[in-house]
């Protein structure tokens, strides 16, 4: 027996992007910002990915990584490298 089922999303698109302009952890959000599916983007140099007080995964520059429902304002980012300056972007669909 064939089922059919179609999900309905509803949510718009949630775009930005960081420079990193000095190597302290920092928020990609300050206020709380729920999204449904997300990809990150680190576009030039080495970057860490964590919490407020570990930043412990390391994406390299050209690399993505991807969350499924996650606050991005509880998603830490910081350079890997001292004064690196890493960019970064975050695409992601909102709740």
Known sequence: ???NA???V????YAKSMTMTDDNPTRFAVSHK???DVIILVETNSMLLGSS???VYTVGAGEAVG???VD???LYFK???????GKITVLGVEE
């Open 34 to 36: 729920k999204l449904w």
């Open 79 to 85: 350079n890997a490298g001292a004064g690196s300056n």
């Open 72 to 74: 991005i304002s509880t």
């Open 53 to 55: 007080m570990r930043q």
């Open 6 to 8: 179609r999900i309905m």
């Open 10 to 13: 509803s949510g718009g698109v």
């Open 67 to 69: 969350f499924t429902g």
């Open 1 to 3: 027996m064939a089922i």
